[in-house]
């Protein structure tokens, strides 16, 4: 499949996505709280099938997926994105056992996953994380505060990364699934400018079993960034719908405001910043679908490009929203308009899963990498 156009049968979904985002996902997502799990919002993406298509399917799946969702409805796009980084790692490390009991709930929107890495003193530096696994008996204690975690405290379970061995950075991190009823485990959320829900975690010497362990003691590094390997370019992809999203609004607004004897398209300044905006969202659109399809042909470049797609699709995003916003005016900021809202989206995905400027950092090595 040549990734610089989809085949008709990818593209007619895309635009099923589309329909079904507009008639059965936007209304349930405008009856959800803001800061809160939707938890009807994620039984629909359940009972609809698209959940189920997170594990086993490809990165270009979950991308066209992400890019249409994010389209018609980002609330509906971020709870899908969600469950599949929260869950990643236990279809991709965890035992039989372990998914067994998990992924059918999560694939039904029944349990509700979260991906717990982040710290007050370990963001972009993650090897740092110092949540502790004090070994007890067969298994260890968990004692340490999680922050910025998406769908916390609300989820049911939580990938979260612990260190197993003192000193050791990245060789020393274990990943565990730890059921949110363990006890010792509490937290609260967090108000921020993003409107999916996000929390921080409180471990208090919650017990965890060789059960809970998910792929090996001391590799749980590997088990995170397989999965962030992944979800970087699907960030892009939900970027690239958000600038999609931007891009009609401002072409439809353009072509029918009324300004100085003509609509606002007739000048030149307003149809060039158009121009701008298409052909810097197509080119972000072809790296996110070429990293994704790096991704499924196990590609040896695959850091490289999903950084690169990540890092160019969340900027551009970013440029383009900003660019529609300035385009409609004063409509655009007014609380509850499209772009108001696509302006409080945009900002998140250039900080999460790798900021800006550590997607460069990787991009560099990989490069200087012989
Ligand atoms: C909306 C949202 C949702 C999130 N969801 C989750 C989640 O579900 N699970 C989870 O584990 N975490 C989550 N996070 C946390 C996120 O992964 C971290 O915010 C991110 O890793 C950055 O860490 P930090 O915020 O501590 O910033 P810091 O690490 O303190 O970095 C601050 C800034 O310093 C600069 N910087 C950092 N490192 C470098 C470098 N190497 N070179 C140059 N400049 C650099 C960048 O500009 C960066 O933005 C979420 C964050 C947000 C905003």
């Given at each position: 499949m040549p990734v610089f156009s989809l085949d008709p049968a990818q593209t007619a979904w895309c635009a099923e996505l589309r329909a079904l985002a507009a008639e059965r996902l936007r209304p349930l997502a405008e009856k959800g709280e803001p800061g809160h799990v939707n938890r009807p919002l994620v039984a629909a993406l359940g009972e609809l099938g698209l959940l189920g298509r997170l594990f086993g399917a490809g990165a270009l799946e979950l991308c066209l997926m992400r890019e249409s969702l994010a389209q018609v409805c980002t609330e509906a796009e971020t709870a899908l994105a969600l469950q599949g980084l929260g869950a990643h790692p236990v279809a991709a490390s965890g035992t039989p056992g372990q998914r067994a009991r998990w992924l059918p709930e999560v694939g039904a929107g029944r349990a509700i996953a979260a991906f717990a890495l982040s710290e007050p003193g370990a963001g972009s530096d993650a090897a740092a994380l110092a949540m502790e696994a004090v070994p007890d008996g067969p298994g260890w204690r968990l004692t340490g505060e999680k922050c910025w975690i998406s769908n916390a405290p609300e989820a049911d379970f939580y990938s979260v990364f612990a260190r197993?061995?003192?000193?050791?950075?990245?060789?020393g991190v274990t990943a565990f699934l730890v059921?949110?009823?363990?006890?010792g485990l509490s937290g609260g959320p967090l108000d921020m400018l993003s409107p999916h829900p996000i929390g921080s975690l409180l471990f208090d010497g919650v017990p965890v079993g060789p059960d809970d362990v998910l792929g090996e003691v001391d590799r749980g590094f590997r088990v995170a960034m397989t999965t962030l390997n992944l979800f970087r370019p699907s960030v892009g992809a939900f970027a690239v719908g958000m600038a999609q999203a931007a891009l009609d609004a401002a072409l439809a607004h353009t072509a029918e405001r009324a300004a100085f004897g003509g609509?606002?398209?007739?000048l030149q300044a307003v149809s060039h910043q158009v121009a701008e905006m298409a052909t810097r969202t197509e080119a972000a659109r072809l790296l996110v679908y070429a990293a994704a399809a790096a991704y499924d042909e196990g590609a040896a470049d695959v850091p490289k490009r999903a950084a690169m797609a990540k890092l160019l699709a969340t900027e551009t995003a970013q440029y383009v929203v900003d660019a529609a916003v300035q385009l409609h005016g004063a409509r655009a900021l007014r609380r509850g308009h499209l772009l108001e809202h696509l302006y409080r989206e945009v900002r998140a995905p250039r900080i999460y899963e790798g900021a800006t400027e550590v997607q460069r950092t990787i991009i560099a090595k990989e490069l200087y990498a012989t």
């Open positions: 197993t061995t003192p000193g050791a950075g990245a060789q059921p949110a009823d363990r006890p609509a606002l398209k007739d």
